[in-house]
């Protein structure tokens, strides 16, 4: 099926046959930082970084933040790795408003053991199975299984709200092509 590797492996998009995103995965052993904005390049935005946050160098930026979501998409991923003593100065986020999308989109994160989610579209198609192994992270776009594989795995699920009132509310089971 379609993939598209990103920075050695460590960040895989799969898509559908027609091209749409339907998951993204996260290795936890993730280290390609300056592949992923921010860039850092700019006065303005290096003398934010010097108000904002206590670094070391502001221009480190680039080598310990990865944004590795585009902008519209309504869960953003951001991998940090800072120096120690770096400090984030108290801040909210602004919601200037919730895209719109035909699915929750959420992510599982494995803390431990191993997973194995199948990714499929909202429409059946099978797009791969992915094993999630200790730190290991997906963000799923559409349908998706999730079968405990290892002895004692522990997952994280995080997705958009609200939640419907039940659980068979808040699920569309998919039938899966042959």
């Known amino acids: 099926m379609p993939k598209e590797p990103v920075g050695k ?3 895989i998009h799969y898509k559908s046959s027609d091209g749409r995103v339907v998951a993204m995965f996260v290795s936890g052993q993730f280290d390609d930082y300056t592949s992923f904005p921010p860039f850092a390049e700019d006065e303005r935005e290096i003398a934010h970084l010097q108000t904002a946050y206590k670094l070391k160098d502001p221009k480190r ?18 991998v940090l790795n800072r120096d120690k003593g770096s400090f984030v100065n108290p801040h909210y986020h602004r919601n200037d408003g919730l895209p719109e999308t035909p699915t929750r989109h959420q ?14 579209t909202k429409e059946g198609e099978y797009i791969d199975t992915v094993d999630l192994k200790e730190d290991d992270l997906i963000l799923l776009f559409e349908g998706h299984s999730i079968e405990f594989v290892g002895e004692d795995t522990k997952l994280i699920e995080i997705k958009m709200g609200p939640f419907p009132e039940t659980d068979e509310q808040d699920k569309v089971d998919i039938q899966v092509e042959a």
């Open 9 to 11: 492996g460590q960040v």
């Open 61 to 78: 930026e680039r080598e310990t933040k990865a944004h590795l979501t585009p902008d519209d998409w309504p869960l953003q991923i951001v």
């Open 107 to 120: 992510i599982m994160i494995c803390q431990r053991g191993l997973a194995r989610i199948g990714v499929y």
